[in-house]
């Protein structure tokens, strides 16, 4: 009862999010939209007009998260829109997965390092980053930090690559460490691990993958959404430390 006393007395949440600009992230600012909630986003590409949605505010911030200097710009005027306000939410969505030029997958052995070092900035360490920079508004909003993960984060995949298998494994590690440390905060830590999404992340060769899945289809960005919606509203308030696996059962194999 109380529960749903106080989100009716607060005026505003907001959700920060970054890799707004299609795909998961673009659903995932569609949901808090319809919802009334307040976002503020992040992606290299400015919004494309097709994905622009009306009805509650939506400011969108041009960052490289690859760039240490565009991501402590993207911190710093992130939190000066919030001002004394709270944050409700961190969706760290933005992540990277490269593949050869011949559609191969970058594995231990034909990888270039550097390009290992560049996944893992990205799909770890700038989620740790911006949870870092947001913690003290976080603690304002008693706010939820939703990390989004991957299935291949848990097994060997056709596709994906090592690095970025393991960059995501390393994200699932740090929701559990960090639930266990923004817990004194205030603030609760989960992840979203989704399967076979259709963005612009997914192969064509991905269709092949559906005989494995037990729902049989691939899944569309609004069924991630709904999964990082929920971890962030009250209706998960004594959830904290836990991936959701958003892949049609997949996983289950
Ligand atoms: N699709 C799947 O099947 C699947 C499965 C498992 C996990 N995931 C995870 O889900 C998340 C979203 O994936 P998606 O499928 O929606 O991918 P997507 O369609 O490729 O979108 C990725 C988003 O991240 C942004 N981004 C990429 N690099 C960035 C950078 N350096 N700085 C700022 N923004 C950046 C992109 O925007 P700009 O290009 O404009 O910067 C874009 O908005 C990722 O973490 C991915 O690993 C996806």
Redesign the pocket.
């Given at each position: 009862m109380a529960r749903f006393t106080t989100a009716a007395m607060t005026t505003e949440q907001t959700v920060i999010l970054?890799?707004?600009?299609?795909?998961?992230?673009?659903a995932t600012v569609q949901r808090f939209s319809a919802a009334g909630w307040r976002v503020i986003t992040?992606?290299?590409?400015r919004i494309p007009a097709e994905c622009l949605v009306g009805g509650a505010p939506h400011q969108h911030i041009v960052?490289?998260?690859?760039?240490t200097e565009?991501v402590e710009a993207f911190v710093a005027e992130a939190n000066a829109l919030l001002g004394d306000a709270p944050l409700n939410g961190l969706v760290?969505?933005?992540?990277?997965?490269p593949k050869t030029e011949f559609k191969e997958r970058l594995g231990c052995l034909n990888a270039d390092l550097d390009d290992w070092r560049g996944v893992f900035e990205?799909?770890f360490f700038?989620p740790l980053i911006l949870a870092r920079g947001f913690a003290a508004a976080l603690h304002r909003g008693k706010g939820a930090i939703v990390n989004?993960?991957?299935?291949?984060g848990h097994r060997v995949h056709p596709f994906?690559g090592s690095a970025?298998s393991t960059s995501?494994a390393a994200l699932s590690a740090l929701t559990r460490e960090m639930a266990a440390e923004f817990a004194h905060l205030g603030v609760r830590v989960n992840a979203v691990?989704?399967?076979?999404?259709?963005?612009?992340?997914?192969s064509p060769e991905?269709e092949a993958l559906i005989p494995r899945i037990p729902l049989h289809r691939?899944?569309a960005?609004a069924d991630?959404a709904g999964a990082i919606y929920y971890l962030c509203s009250d209706d998960s308030a004594y959830v904290t430390g836990t991936e959701i696996l958003v892949t049609g059962g997949q996983h289950v194999f």
């Open positions: 970054t890799g707004a600009s299609r795909g998961i992230g673009h992040c992606s290299r590409d960052t490289d998260l690859s760039d565009s760290n969505n933005a992540g990277l997965s990205l799909n700038v989004i993960t991957s299935i291949a994906a970025y995501k691990a989704p399967g076979e999404i259709e963005t612009a992340m997914l991905s691939l899944g960005p991630v």
